[in-house]
């Protein structure tokens, strides 16, 4: 993780998830490897590692820049502008499915 400051955490906001997985996978009745949540408007997207990367998809289509784990046990943060992980000190939203 880094000491490096994200610069859009004012842009967090108390999200509802989306979806309870990717929400474009479920769609079109694939797999995903790994769920991350757009901490700006709730999109559920899978990871890069994931064939689709619809998390890194639904960044560039909408600018939203920070993503939280949707994974239970993982309490990380990132910033597709500033490419920051970040261990929150304040979680909006934490899966415990």
Known sequence: MSDVPCTHLDQIQEVTPSAQGCEECLK???????????LICG?????D???????????????????QSFEPGEDWIWC???EVAMDPKRILYRPDR
């Open 28 to 38: 079109m009745g694939d797999s995903w490897l790994h769920l991350r949540i757009c």
């Open 43 to 47: 999109h559920v997207g899978c990871c």
């Open 49 to 67: 590692n994931s064939k689709n990367k619809h998390a890194t998809k639904h960044f560039h289509a909408t600018q939203h820049p920070i993503i």
């Open 80 to 82: 597709y502008v500033d």
